[in-house]
Structure formats: C-alpha cells, structure tokens
C-alpha cells in the first residue's frame, strides 16, 4: 500500500515539473474595481504588478459570470474585497491566481483583505498555492463559508512571521463540509479536509519525500537523491526550470534577490542588455527596470543615443509633510536649497526625515529650517557635509533656523557641516542652548563673526538651562530582575539640592548600543522613548513594566526650580541594561495536518513572548476519544488552538509617551522658600563681643531643627549649657575648677542630630568663623544625604526563587526553605530554531492530542503552559484520494 502511494507522489511530482509551455505574459498596473466596466480592465491581465481592490461594488443580479472571469495568475501587492454586494464566489473573477506576493501591503500589514461582503458565500481561490508576505484578514462577512477548511497555514508557507484573522464570518456549524453530502444526507465516504468550496480541494503540493531527509531539509523535503527541496520554487523541489517562483526568476532558476542586475515587474531579475531589449530603461538608483523616469530624474540621451533616467534633484525643496520627501529620495546632491517647515505636529516624520534625506551629502543653496514644532534636533541630515551657499537667503544667510519650539541640538557630536558662503540666522529656539550655536563659528568658511543681530542670546535657550549651570549624573543599575530594574544615583551635593525638586527617567528598548538622544525624536510626541518621574529628592527608583530578556537604553535628568537668579540641571549620558529572562508565553499558534494515514506535521509559531532565549520545543501527543456529536462533520477542528484562550491572549505594554510640548516652568515647579536662608547670616557670622545680644535674639533655639522647620523659639541650647556656663566662670580658678567642673558634668547621651546641631552652636564661643561654617555644612551635607535615602524598603525588587536542594520537597518545605522544586519535563525535546514535527507510525482515522511547549535557557521551571490541538488522522481509503484530486 505505502509503495503504492509514493509511486502516486512521484508521478505526480514530474507532472509538476514537466516543462509547459506559456503565452506572452500581459503585465497590468494596480487595478481598482469599482463598477461592472472595470472589469474589462482586468479581462486580459495575466500579471497585476501593484494591488487589486474591489470596493463597494454592486452586481446586478442579471450578470453573467464571462463579464467577471479573468486572467490574473500573479498579484505582486495585495488582494481585496472591500463592501461588495452580488458577488457569491470569487472562483468567478481569478480562476487562475496563484500567488499574492504581498510585495507592498494593504495599510503596511495585510495581503489578502475580505471584509464586510454581505452576500459572499465562498473565497473560491482554487488555484491559489502560496501567500508570500503580509497578514491575512478575513471579517465580518456573513454569509461566507469554507474559510476555516482552508490550510491557511500551507498557504503562507509555513511561516512564522505571517498571520491571519478570520472571524465574524457565518458560524462553521450552519455550513457546509468538504465533499458534501450524498443524496441520503449521509457524509460520502471519499471527502477531504481541506477545500475552497463544497467540490474543490485545496492545491497541496506535496514534496517527492519527507522521510529520511537531511534535517536541514526542514519541512520541505528533499528529492530522491537526498536533496533539499527549496522554498524558492512552489510548484516544484528544485530552484532550476520551476513554473512558479517565490521571489525572483533569473536565467531560468529561482533566486530571493536581484544581485548585479535589474527587477522587472518585481519579479524577474534582468540584465541591462535584457531591459534595452525591452524597450524599457535600466535605472541605476535601486537598480529597476522601468518604463519612464521617476520624478526626481530627467530623461537624457546617452552617448549612444539611449534614453537613460540621470538622478536630478534641483530646485528649491519645500518639506511640509512627509508626502513632500518623495522627490528627494536617493538624492546625493541637492542641486538648489531645502526648505522644511513642517505643519502638521501630528503626523510621525520624523522617520521618513531620517529615510529621505539619509543620503544627502550636499545642498548648493541654502538650509532653511522654520516653524518646525516635531524637529528636536537636525540628525536627520546624518551625511550632510557641505551647504556651499550658491543662494543665500537675504544674500547673507546659508542656514537658517527660526521659530523651532522643541529644537535642542544642531549635528551630532564631533561632527561639523562646512558653510561655504554666508552666515547664519537663529532666532526663536526656546530649547536651543546659545553656546551650542556659537560652535558653529568654526564651520563659516567665510570668515564672518555671529553677531547678536544674527544670533540671539536671549531668544535661544531661554526655556532650558544651558553653559556651566548643566551638571552631570552618573546613574548605575543597582538591582534588576525580569520586569523591573533599581537605578541608583550619586549623591547631589548640598548646595544644588535645594532646587532639586526630583528626576525623570527616560528609557527604551535598544536592541543595539547606538542609541542617542535624538535619534527617532518627536518634539510632539510618536517616538520610542517612555518616562517614568520621580518626583522626590530620593536618589533611588524602580522601574517597572519591562519586558524580560530585553536591552534597554535609559538617561537621567533633573527636574529643577528655576529662578532669574539660580539655573541648575543635571542630565546623563545613555546607558544600558538588560532585564533577565523569564518563563515563556505559550506559543502563539499551533496547527496540525495529515497528508497520510499515519502520519501529522505540526507547525507552531513560536511565543510571541519568548521571555528569554529559546533553547527547545517540548512535544507530546496521544490518542484522544471523541464522542460521536464531537467527530461528527468537525473536519475544521485541525485549524483551531485547543486552548485559544490562552495562546491568543494579548498583553498591553506601555506605550511611549509623548514628548511635547511640555508644561512651562511656572506650571511644573513648586517654589518653597527656606526659613534659614535668612537666619543663616546672623547665626554663623556674629561678633563674639555681641554674643549675649544675640543670645537675646535666639535665646529659645533648642536645636538647628527647630530653627529650620520654623518652630516656637524656646531656649537657645539644651542642658549642655548648664555645663558650658559652669565651666567659663571657674576659669578665674584653677584650684576650684575640677571641682566646679565635676559637680556639673552632666550624663552622657547618644550622639544625634539634635547634639551634632548644639555642638556646631557652642561652637560659636569657641571658634572662627571658617571652622564654624565648615562643622555647619557638614552637618546640613550629612542630613541631605539622608533625604535621598529615605524608604529603602519601597525600592525592593523580586527575584525568582532557587532551586531546591530536595527535589522531592513538600510544599511546606519549599516555602520554609523559598526555593521551588524542578519539574520534571516528559515528551519530543526539539531544537529551538525548529518550528515543525511529523509524528508518525500512529493510528488511521484517529484524532490525536498534540501538545507543545517552549522552554527558556536558565530559567527554573522556564517551560510554558501547553498549547494544545485536536488533529485527526487520513484514512487509508483518503490517501489516494486526495492525491487523484490534486491532479
């Protein structure tokens, strides 16, 4: 019986693989199907280079279906049904289309899109072998039915980075089921899992052989010499005379990029001589063949009297919104002046800044750079090296930056733009320190100075503190766990603390170590950064929320009073860290099919949570009973998770914040004035021969604390005094002192604040005013010192528990030792770069319970909960059947 089948594989395969012979390709741009009329549009296409849409459309009842059927076998973009009335089936419109390719995706995401189609009653796609790239989504339509008895999964190519949403569409359970039923309404017996509608299988091509493979082979197969299948090729195993590529066609073999030569219709690779055979233009930038030149380039006659497309960038660019890069993209030189002045504070540019002009080396005009409230800084011109001044604005100024809220920073560190002509014109930019403008002086190669007129020192940087008055911080990671770190400063020096009002702490996720300030940066908010405030002197924080086994780049800076008279602020540099791993989410999908009688391949998509490095798949599976309403007409039950509640749960990280505009000063400070600021004077520098008067004056002061805090004055010292006023007067005496001293010496007490305060008070009777001074700042030094370590037990973060010694512990014992016990693990222990495993040798026409799981390197117990699935077994009779109706 086996022989048998593999001799019906292999008659198969070469059927597939024989050369067949193909009309000239008919090649149409993106279509949009809106009417019956626009059909004709789409009559004669065999492959659409863009997207197919077909929205709103309403067919009368009386059309026929030749008006609707087409060509189409290759879509290069994207497919989809959007609100159309009338149309039950789309067999009638691509009964040929095979691949989607998804190269540009339906709102960045989607390459198949079926939604809200009231009269839909099937997809009807039955030729349809492989979606390259891009999600699925198929919803809220609902009268449609075989959408779950499709191999979705087989469809994407097994991939893991591909999903697909189906719901809302009519319930599985009032539809119909593959093969239908015979005219007794019994099920017929030759009936198959997957299908597109009640009399079309779905297209499986199935590899010459998976069994004794390489395993580098995967799930692909191999040929009977033992080598691999390639996923390159669909609708065969080798890359070589395949009639169908996944990527690229070149010199009859099937490659995943162009290299050293030209893509045609995204999908063919060819050489320059091919594309002039073509009548097309071989255009250098990105290396296309195109049929006319691009916006930013100018047709040109070649020495050779051939058209070819020279890359023009000339005139003066004006950049409003991010629709306006396109004419600048791949531009080296700017042959003329940038403009950008930028009015939409909501739209996300700052990226497509960074994309566009990443290239730009040279500008031979001018850089103009106004009213621009999202720009935090010019890094966006990352290879600008030259502004040459061929225009001047005003004939005088080759860069201007006027009116930037949100501005902070020019060019990156250590990195200067030479100004050939001119000077330069900054005004208004709040948040633009002036000293950081003054280092431009070296880049004028004119030799003009900035002059006040030019630069304003009172219009930039008026809003930030800048020059000597910026401090630095040194955080450092004291404690980090899965999901939380501690970050600890250094202690602020006495005299900054008082208009230290607390800090905020800015991190993100930085997969690699080249985060700075201002990359990716919104003045108004849609970048990457999230921050947590602090708003206490506490020189600790925790922050929570973070993803295990994840790199973060994190800074630190004050928050500070600000007055006329003391501007002081403090920032970090960035840093690093990286939270420890931790147990994995499930899985996030699992699928199960039979191909044989006796054998299931399960796919899973790996954890959308991994938590940490995943090191292995545990897999394990037995034989499942069903009861007879549970097996009866389930023939979809291979495509749903057993536990969907668990593998499709969602978590809500927290999303970065946004970072502008930020309150004023006024708004975000509290200003508390200090009692003693005033007192501090008369205390520490008084005349010893006013001594009494000013005994007078603070005659009730107990201690520093209550002068201070502001309390009722009482006595100036405690019961030392008692013993300070016994000793000076027995000085005229040297026989009577100790005696005097002896009947007055009073019991000594613990040293505190309070006798640290009353000793620098004595003091003053004693000593000179430096040294008076010096015992006082160490004093108020100590007790700041010890308001930024207050509450330490709020700032204690968890660690998992160790392992135990017993591994056999009770629970009692586990929690009186805080340890936990290891499991033990039982099942297939797979790699875990391996997405995929056939079980085999099991039982005909039996559903089986396959679970998988997903194990952490070095975490205790790192094992996630089980992701499990109904699959059921072909049957024998099934084997050949499927086979003969895939031919």
């Not at 916006?295 to 950049?319: A, S």
């Not at 008076?772 to 660690?799: C, G, N, P, S, W």
Request: hydrophobic share 30%.
């Amino acid at each position: 019986m086996y022989r048998k089948v593999d001799m019906w594989h292999s008659m198969l395969w070469l059927l597939l693989l024989w050369p067949v012979a193909t009309k000239t390709e008919s090649i149409c741009e993106s279509l949009e199907i809106r009417q019956l009329s626009d059909f004709e549009k789409l009559r004669n296409c065999s492959i659409v280079v863009g997207h197919v849409r077909i929205a709103n459309l309403q067919l009368p009842g009386n059309v026929s279906l030749a008006d609707l059927r087409c060509e189409v076998t290759e879509i290069t973009d994207y497919l989809m049904i959007y609100r159309s009335t009338g149309l039950f089936t789309l067999e009638s419109i691509f009964p040929k289309l095979r691949i989607i390719r998804g190269q540009n995706l339906l709102l960045d995401r989607y390459a198949l899109t079926v939604y809200e189609n009231r009269n839909l009653r099937e997809l009807g796609l039955v030729e349809l072998l492989r979606i390259q790239k891009g999600f699925i989504r198929i919803e809220s339509n609902p009268m449609l039915c075989f959408v779950e008895t499709v191999d979705w999964i087989y469809l994407l190519g097994n991939s893991t980075t591909q999903h697909f949403a189906i719901k809302h569409n009519k319930s599985p359970n009032h539809c119909p089921v593959c093969g239908g039923r015979s005219a007794d309404y019994s099920y017929r017996v030759k009936k198959t899992i997957n299908c597109w509608n009640m009399h079309t299988s779905q297209r499986r091509l199935i590899p010459p052989k998976t069994e004794g493979c390489p395993k580098s082979c995967g799930s692909n197969g191999c040929d009977s010499k033992g080598n691999c299948c390639s996923r390159n090729c669909i609708t065969g195993c080798s890359t070589q005379n395949c009639t169908l590529c996944a990527n690229f066609l070149r010199n009859g073999r099937c490659v995943d990029q162009c290299y050293a030569s030209y893509e045609l219709n995204k999908r063919k690779c060819v050489s320059a001589k091919e594309c002039r055979q073509l009548n097309l233009i071989p255009l250098t930038q990105g290396y296309r063949c195109v049929d006319h030149c691009p916006n930013n380039h100018k047709p040109v006659l070649g020495g050779n009297g051939t058209l070819q497309c020279q890359m023009e960038c000339k005139g003066v660019f004006h950049v409003k919104r991010a629709a306006d890069l396109d004419q600048l993209q791949d531009c080296v030189t700017i042959n003329g002046s940038l403009i950008i002045e930028l009015v939409d504070i909501k739209e996300k540019v700052i990226s497509a800044l960074e994309q566009a002009l990443d290239k730009v080396k040279e500008i031979t005009g001018y850089l103009k750079v106004q009213h621009s409230a999202p720009l935090m800084s010019l890094s966006f011109l990352k290879n600008l090296d030259t502004i040459r001044g061929d225009e001047l604005i005003e004939n005088k100024y080759v860069l201007s930056v006027m009116n930037n809220y949100h501005l902070e920073h020019i060019w990156k560190a250590n990195r200067q733009v030479a100004l050939q002509r001119g000077t330069i014109f900054f005004h208004l930019n709040p948040r633009l320190c002036y000293d950081k403008i003054l280092k431009l002086q070296s880049s004028i190669k004119s030799g003009l100075k900035i002059s006040i007129a030019d630069v304003s020192p009172n219009s930039n940087g008026e809003r930030v503190v800048c020059g000597n008055s910026i401090r630095s911080l040194d955080p450092q990671v004291e404690d980090v766990n899965s999901t939380a770190v501690r970050i600890v400063l250094d202690y602020m020096m006495w005299d900054d603390i008082e208009t230290l009002i607390g800090y905020s702490y800015h991190y993100m996720e930085a997969p690699h170590t080249n985060v700075t300030m201002y990359d990716g940066r919104h003045g108004c908010g849609h970048d990457n950064w999230l921050m947590d405030v602090s708003p206490t002197k506490n020189r600790r924080h925790v922050i929570s929320n973070l993803k295990p086994y994840t790199q973060y780049a994190y800074f630190v800076k004050t928050l500070t009073r600000t007055d006329y008279h003391m501007q002081i602020d403090a920032y970090s540099t960035i840093q690093y860290f990286r939270t420890l791993p931790s147990k994995s989410s499930p899985v996030s999908h699992v699928f199960g099919t039979s191909d044989y009688s006796t054998q299931i391949t399960v796919n899973w998509w790996p954890p959308r949570r991994p938590n940490g490095n995943i090191t292995r798949y545990i897999v394990n599976y037995e034989l499942h009973n069903l009861t007879e309403p549970e097996a009866n007409g389930k023939n979809y039950a291979n495509v749903k998770p057993f536990n969907i509640n668990d593998v499709d749960c969602e978590c809500y990280d927290l999303e970065p914040y946004y970072s502008g505009p930020q309150p004023e000063d006024e708004n975000y400070y509290n200003k508390e004035q200090s009692i003693y600021e005033d007192a501090l004077p008369d205390l520490i520098y008084v005349s010893r021969r006013n001594l009494e008067k000013k005994k007078e004056k603070f005659g009730k002061v107990k201690d520093f604390e209550d002068l201070i805090a502001g309390r009722p004055i009482e006595s100036m010292v405690n019961s030392k005094k008692t013993s300070t006023t016994t000793s000076a007067t027995t000085t005229t005496s040297t026989t009577t002192t100790s005696t005097t001293t002896t009947t007055t010496t009073t019991p000594k007490t613990p040293v505190t604040q309070s006798s640290l305060a009353a000793d620098a008070i004595q003091s003053t009777t004693m000593e000179d005013p430096e040294i008076q001074y010096e015992k006082y700042r160490q004093y108020v030094e100590e007790k700041m010192r010890m308001a930024q370590d207050t509450d330490l037990e709020e700032f204690v973060i968890l660690h998992d528990m160790p392992k135990c010694d017993n591994a056999n512990a009770s629970i009692a014992n586990q929690l009186e030792q805080k340890c936990v016990v290891e499991e033990e693990l039982s099942g297939i222990s797979l790699s875990g770069s391996q997405l995929y495993y056939n079980l085999t040798k099991l039982q005909p026409n039996q559903y089986y319970r396959v679970s998988v799981r997903a194990c952490v390197d070095g975490v205790i117990n790192g094992c996630s909960n089980p992701a499990t699935i109904l699959v059921k077994t072909m049957s024998i009779e099934a084997d050949l059947t499927n086979f003969s109706e895939c031919q």
